[in-house]
T-cell receptor, first 111, second 116 residues
């Protein structure tokens, strides 16, 4: 059965800290991995990763995929209170166009 | 562009009642999805569609039906609502390009459904 596991489940840090969120996956015919940020409502897209070892970066956020070890990490440097959210990752299967989501990591950044 | 929209935003049903949730997208996307999100459970796929007139089951399809008669719309039906279907429902859409059939999903704002 396909599954995506995220850790930690929740995390509390102070502004300025750096955090690393983990996502491991077991997905049949793995094609790509997505990261989303979810605040109050709909998840908003952060990154899509398809190749091992290539870092995707956007401002203070970056992510990388390791297809051999079946995991991805999302790094946030110099955290701000606006980074407080649930971060979701999802593994995509080739041929079915489906994504399997993890349960998310709830990040709280204190001022 | 409005992106992905969902109707209604909130609904309260009694056990046994039926209802339809409407998802619409104006991005000409090929793929559409219905998820439910419960506390501590993440997003779970109910049904999805890879094109007009086609649908497929996801992880938790029981108690739901779907239809995609038009490319821009994806309907989720509850024939006989149960308290276990109390959840937040998200619709999403995705697209293909000439170089990639697999791309990110865009989400609607969600529908909060309570079944008493």
């Amino acid at each position: 059965e396909d599954k995506v596991v995220q850790s930690p489940l929740s995390l509390v840090v102070h502004e300025g800290d750096t955090v690393t969120l983990n996502c491991s996956y077991e997905v049949t015919n793995f094609r790509s991995l997505l990261w989303y940020k979810q605040e109050k409502k709909a998840p908003t897209f952060l990154f899509m990763l398809t190749s091992s070892g290539i870092e995707k970066k956007s401002g203070r956020l970056s992510s990388i995929l390791d297809k051999k070890e079946l995991f991805s990490i999302l790094n946030i440097t110099a955290t701000q209170t606006g980074d407080s959210a649930v971060y979701l990752c999802a593994g995509g299967t080739s041929g079915t166009y489906k994504y399997i989501f993890g349960t998310g990591t709830r990040l709280k950044v204190l001022a | 562009n409005a992106g992905v929209t969902q109707t209604p935003k909130f609904r309260v049903l009694k056990t046994g009642q039926s209802m339809t949730l409407l998802c619409a997208q104006d991005m000409n996307h090929e793929y559409m999805y219905w998820y439910r999100q419960d506390p501590g459970m993440g997003l779970r796929l109910i049904h999805y569609s890879v094109g007009e007139g086609t649908t497929a089951k996801g992880e938790v399809p029981d108690g739901y039906n779907v239809s995609r008669l038009k490319k821009q719309n994806f309907l989720l039906g509850l024939e006989s609502a149960a308290p276990s279907q109390t959840s937040v429902y998200f619709c999403a859409s995705s697209y293909r390009t000439r170089t990639s059939a697999y791309n990110e999903q865009f989400f609607g704002p969600g529908t909060r459904l309570t079944v008493l």
